[in-house]
């Protein structure tokens, strides 16, 4: 958010500093400035799609407000403040927060791809389920049985909160150990899946059958903070 803030006011103040001394700015003149902008922020690896989507809608806002700008100052704070406004809209103002239970048991199954954060993930959110949310009775589960120390690392970073985990290999153990949970208290549940590659179909099919068993109340898909526009296909493979 801050990065393209920036490049929002770089470039409008390089664009209309260069190209435009008529006191008047018109579509034509936006026109230019819009092409621009759109170049910056593919540069800034946000997905062409987005970008052409996000522009447009911006675009068509000004077209119906008839506006034409006085002035370079006037489109540069103008035009800076309706684009930031859009940004805030699209992202969200507020983050999405966590869906518990009033009554009965929370699990949580932790998705993504090869490296993502799943694990660490896992770790973070049940220490904000017990400090944050006051949940005493908190287990994890790992079903990575192909990353190496994948559930030793879990253990590493749960125990010292008091958190219980559990290492399942197979779809017949976790179909047991769903069977056990009926009959234990325990108010929340985290599972921390294998990584899967997108186009692995195997992969992907053995992810929807530990979702059915599992039946979570919330799917969490960690992405890696640098993945940039890769992430738009990664959520659109991973929805399908």
């Known amino acids: 958010m801050l990065l393209l803030s920036k490049i929002i006011q770089k470039t409008l103040a390089r664009k209309i500093k260069h190209n435009f001394l008529a006191r008047v700015i018109g579509e034509k003149e936006m026109e230019l400035i819009f092409e621009e902008l759109k170049n910056e922020f ?10 052409e989507q996000f522009f447009k809608e911006i675009q068509n806002s000004l077209r119906e407000e008839k506006r034409l700008f006085m002035g370079k100052e006037e489109v540069q704070i103008e035009l800076y ?15 999405e927060p966590l869906k518990l239970r009033k009554k ?12 993502a954060g799943k694990t660490t993930t896992v770790a973070k959110l049940a220490y904000y389920l017990k400090t944050k949310k006051g949940i005493e009775s908190i287990e994890t589960v790992s079903l990575d049985a192909n990353r190496a120390a ?54 992907l099919s053995y992810l929807k059958k530990l979702s ?23 959520v659109k493979l991973f929805c399908e």
């Open 150 to 203: 994948a559930f030793e690392q879990l253990q590493q970073l749960v125990t010292p909160l008091g958190v219980k985990s559990h290492f399942i290999k197979e779809l017949g153990e976790l179909q047991e150990f769903e069977e056990e949970l009926k009959n234990r208290e325990v108010n929340s549940i985290l599972y921390d899946s294998g990584g899967v590659i997108p186009k692995d179909i195997e992969g």
């Open 212 to 234: 059915s068993l599992v039946n979570p109340t919330e799917t969490i898909l960690v992405l890696d903070a640098l993945a940039g526009q890769e992430s738009l296909e990664i």
């Open 42 to 51: 593919i540069k800034a690896d946000v997905n062409y799609e987005v970008t």
């Open 81 to 95: 403040q309706k684009i930031k406004d859009k940004l805030i809209n699209s992202l969200g103002e507020e983050a």
């Open 104 to 115: 009965g048991r929370d699990k949580f199954l932790l998705i993504g791809t090869n490296g």
